[in-house]
């Protein structure tokens, strides 16, 4: 880190701190909302907040951002935000009695030094995945991350989950207890129930209207370390045939690579550079391109995954999973699993491009073996399986 983000970060805690003295959260109804590090206007924490404006709650709602666009496009919206990095936004900071985030403490304030005590925390999560995340992992995470963990879950009100065995499975991960856990649901799966507007907008935009037999999507899990993720990692890959036959069968194959795949792993990189020159039916889809997976997801047939958080919400449509885990054993060992993988997994695994390719023919034909898993799973993960995530959550509130 630079001296000249040092200071700043320094600057905004003693301006915290500072303001604390003159304003506190007694009496107050404000709420905060924020998402990754203030960087986005997404996730969670968005499906809430704009919830919260729509249902017309009582109370005062503010979205914090450090992002000049997210300001803009907020501004024009005519939704409440603030800069974090504002005089405002360190004085909402210290008015308001709860505030929601999806990522970290820096999804609302600079650092997690200037968060006032009197906040009450409230955790969204980005989702939760069948692998370790935060405290839990094997590896560890970097010191900044896990004080800032540290510090939410000290003076959490509490955090959301979607089942009980869901709250056992990932209290470790930010170091609380399971009866720390609300039955909830996840407010942005109120989105895979009853697509907004702005989704299908973005569907008809992206594809043109046009009409496919399937629409499949690839979305392995970001791994922290190395080795990076590969995708389509076969022996007997064969870029050619996989085009022709998404495109002899009019499926549309679409690609969701973490970002940083894109500009950090030039192996992966090249092996989608080389899939999507090759046919107009094999297509990126990453968050430049839909911010929100569960806008995207709706539109899907069948996805492709390994150990994301994103089969975790497919299960809620109960359509057709394949899995690719060519790293399992090392991946287990270097970052863990929060309930045994193999034994769980609501879709087959696929090691080569023949048995993908045998995947794609069932799917194509409406063969689906693997229902009775999903069913399975999707009861251990779900305690309710509906679109009213957000309203279980405000009831709380109230």
């Not at 109804?29 to 590090?37: K, N, T």
């Not at 210290?94 to 997690?112: E, G, M, P, V, W």
Request: proline letters at 5%.
């Amino acid at each position: 880190m630079n001296l000249v983000k040092r200071l700043k970060k320094v600057w905004y805690i003693i301006l915290s701190k500072l303001t604390a003295v003159f304003v506190n959260n007694k009496g107050s109804e404000i709420i905060l909302f924020g998402a990754r590090d203030g960087a986005y206007y997404m996730d969670n924490s968005r499906a809430l907040f704009e919830w919260y404006i729509e249902n017309n709650k009582q109370g005062t709602f503010y979205w914090m951002t450090l992002s000049p666009v997210v300001y803009k496009y907020l501004k024009a919206k005519g939704r409440p935000v603030a800069r974090i990095d504002s005089f405002r936004g360190v004085i909402l900071l210290n008015k308001a009695k709860y505030a929601f985030y999806s990522n970290r403490l820096l999804d609302i304030a600079i650092h997690h030094l200037a968060v006032p005590k009197a906040l009450k925390i409230i955790f969204l999560s980005h989702g939760q995945s069948v692998k370790n995340t935060r405290l839990a992992v094997n590896a560890g995470i970097d010191r900044g991350y896990k004080r800032d963990t540290e510090k939410a879950s000290s003076q959490m009100a509490f955090a959301v989950t979607t089942s009980p065995f869901m709250a056992q499975v990932q209290s470790r991960s930010n170091g609380l207890l399971p009866d720390m856990y609300q039955l909830t649901g996840f407010p942005r799966n109120d989105w895979m129930f009853d697509p907004p507007h702005e989704a299908t907008e973005d569907w008809l935009s992206f594809t043109g209207g046009k009409k496919f037999s399937k629409v499949v999507l690839y979305a392995p899990t970001w791994r922290r370390n190395e080795p990076k993720t590969m995708m389509f990692p076969f022996k007997d890959f064969d870029a050619i045939q996989l085009a022709n036959y998404v495109q002899d069968n009019n499926i549309l194959l679409l690609l969701r690579p973490h970002v940083q795949e894109l500009t950090n792993n030039p192996k992966c990189k090249a092996v989608i550079d080389q899939l999507t020159s090759l046919t107009a039916n094999i297509r990126l889809a990453t968050i430049k391109d839909f911010i929100e997976a569960n806008f995207l997801l709706p539109f899907v047939d069948a996805l492709i995954s390994d150990y994301s958080s994103i089969y975790h919400d497919f299960l809620l449509l109960d359509r057709p999973m394949f899995f690719i885990p060519y790293d399992l054993d090392s991946f287990d060992l270097v970052n863990g699993f929060k309930y045994p993988y193999k034994e769980n997994l609501p879709g087959p695994m696929i090691s080569n491009q023949e048995e993908f390719l045998k995947e794609l023919n069932n799917l194509k034909n409406n063969v689906d073996l693997f229902s009775g898993h999903r069913a399975k799973l999707r009861a251990m993960i779900y305690t309710h399986v509906d679109g009213k995530s957000c309203e279980r959550l405000a009831k709380i509130l109230n």
